[in-house]
């Protein structure tokens, strides 16, 4: 238990808490004594007991790989994956109280890690903040970060349905909280999860329930939450697609008479305005140094140059770049930019709006230039688009478990990709990611993996673990999640936790 106490408290706030656990977990799995009793039962867990095999199917890796020491590095990395199958299905379940209370833990360290940020972003906390994900100071990933907040969000309600009223008042004001910290933070992986996760609840726990004028009315709610969503995805799309002309005669000349810099060929644009013409440098320079202490050819506060994120934010606006044109913008629009705004209908805006509106300007960015260098969801693009490269150079056991790293580098240079060195990273995506590393062999065994709990009638395969396995089958998509420490302990330690840790239930 105080092992388990400290897995829970470690996986949302400190790596070295989390790798020291389980230490104390597989130093207690003999120490406590029936060793053979507790091997025979995880021999015969199933679920567990594939789990491991993964783990050794990456061992067997290294016979085919050329970088020995990132191989061990990678099977350092998944030891979860092992010790935590062994462990919790070989100790057997734990009493429904010592279940709850780990629960409980759990989500009070997730509660308190989103306090601790949310200090952070509002300057209660000092810290030099200029990104969102720069409030996440334990080191454990933003996005790893909104999965263990989703799963907090599936044990609260969990817990609320079996309480007295006052806890479960309680328990529904921290889903309040812990939804408004992704909404605050704009995660985008966690509140695409988050839809999906409320969206099961509603058709399996509260349709069920409703009297058939109810349920016409929730399905009437649903439908214009939908269609209110989509008319804003809409609206945005067609604004990343207008174009516009600039107000005033065409001109390669300032009013100043300074030559104006323009690139015909590159079509970029804001709010339909074509944004690399109409520049003068010069006079933005000059201009720019006289209203701000950062300097031009530095960074704005998210660590971009601040001449494209000027020259973007005018062009927003349809302002030519140049004196004129920067005279017309406020003290409110100088500060705009300097805090990395690109965009002046960016100010005001809900975060989840301002993300949806950068997600569909950089997709339409990556359409109109080919380039995805430091914009998201179009490097993920470049990285499925390498993965896939590789799978069909080696399709039937992968490069190895211990290549994947000079295998993606060699790829990119195979390949011509425009993605900058810095930027030049592994797949993003965990069914990719193994099937680079183990081919099609590997890639069967993990969604055999996946599936066999779905697919059988388990006794504890209720809301708990089925929202569990929504979090982790989903974030798989756009990460990949089992190639850091947490996202491989999370998925260990939970999937066999749910399963195997506590009475068999008839939920």
């Known amino acids: 238990m105080a092992g388990l106490t400290m897995l829970m408290i470690g996986l949302p706030l400190s790596l070295f808490l989390t ?33 491991a095999l993964f783990w050794l199917l990456h061992i067997a890796g290294l016979a085919w790989t050329d970088d020995f020491h990132e191989g061990i590095k990678d099977i350092r990395i998944k030891l979860p994956l092992f010790v935590l199958p062994l462990v919790l299905a070989g100790n057997g379940p734990l009493l429904h ?21 949310s200090a952070v972003l509002t300057g209660m906390i000092p810290y030099d903040v200029r990104d969102v994900r720069d409030i996440f100071i334990f080191k454990i990933s933003h996005i790893r970060f909104s999965l263990f907040v989703c799963f907090s969000i599936v044990i609260c309600y969990w817990l609320a349905e079996n309480s007295r009223l006052l806890l479960r008042v309680l328990l529904f004001v921290l889903i309040a909280w812990l939804a408004a910290f992704l909404l605050v933070t704009a995660s985008a992986t966690g509140l695409a999860i988050l839809i999906v996760l409320c969206l099961v609840v509603i058709f399996l726990k509260v349709l069920p329930r409703l009297p058939t004028v109810w349920l016409w009315m929730v399905m009437i709610l649903l439908v214009g939450a939908f269609y209110v969503g989509g008319r804003k995805i809409a609206v945005a ?29 590159n079509l970029e644009h804001e709010n339909g ?53 920067f005279r017309q913008l406020t003290q409110e629009d100088i500060a705009a930019v300097e805090q990395g705004v690109a965009n002046h209908t960016y100010v005001g805006i809900s975060s989840i709006e301002r993300r949806l509106r950068e997600t569909l300007w950089e997709l339409e960015r990556y359409r109109l230039t080919g380039d995805a260098n430091g914009q998201s969801l179009a490097q993920r ?53 193994t099937t680079v590393a183990l081919g099609f062999l ?49 998925f260990a330690a939970f999937i066999c936790f749910l399963l195997y840790s506590r009475m068999p239930s008839k939920q």
């Open 19 to 51: 790798s020291l656990s389980q230490f104390f977990l597989a130093g207690s799995f003999f120490l406590e004594g029936s060793p053979k009793e507790k091997w025979k039962r995880f021999i015969s867990s199933g679920l567990a007991w594939y789990v």
């Open 97 to 117: 109280s010592q279940f709850r209370w780990l629960l409980g833990v759990f989500v009070a360290a997730v509660v308190t890690g989103t306090v601790i940020h």
């Open 237 to 265: 799309y067609n604004k990343s697609h207008e174009q516009k002309e600039y107000p005033g005669t065409f001109s390669h000349y300032s009013a100043a008479g300074n030559y104006y810099y323009s690139d015909s060929l």
């Open 273 to 325: 305005y074509r944004i690399w013409v109409y520049i003068s440098d010069p006079e933005l320079e000059q201009a720019w140094g006289n209203s701000s202490s950062i300097s031009y050819d530095s960074m704005d506060l998210k660590g971009q140059p601040i001449r494209a994120t000027l020259i973007r934010y005018m062009s927003s606006k349809g302002l030519r770049k140049d004196a004129d044109g």
């Open 381 to 433: 693009l470049e990285y499925w688009k390498t993965a896939r490269w590789l799978i069909s150079k080696h399709p039937f056991v992968g490069v190895g478990t211990g290549d994947m790293k000079s295998a993606f580098e060699q790829a990119y240079t195979a390949t011509q990709s425009t993605l900058l060195p810095q930027y030049r990273l592994r797949s993003h995506n965990q069914y990719l990611a």
């Open 442 to 490: 590997g890639i069967a065994f993990f969604v055999i993996i996946l599936l066999t709990p779905i697919a059988s009638r388990h006794p504890n395969r209720d809301i708990l673990f089925v929202g569990f396995w929504i979090i982790v089958v989903l974030s798989m998509i756009t990460e990949d999640t089992l190639e850091t420490q947490p996202g491989a302990t999370f």
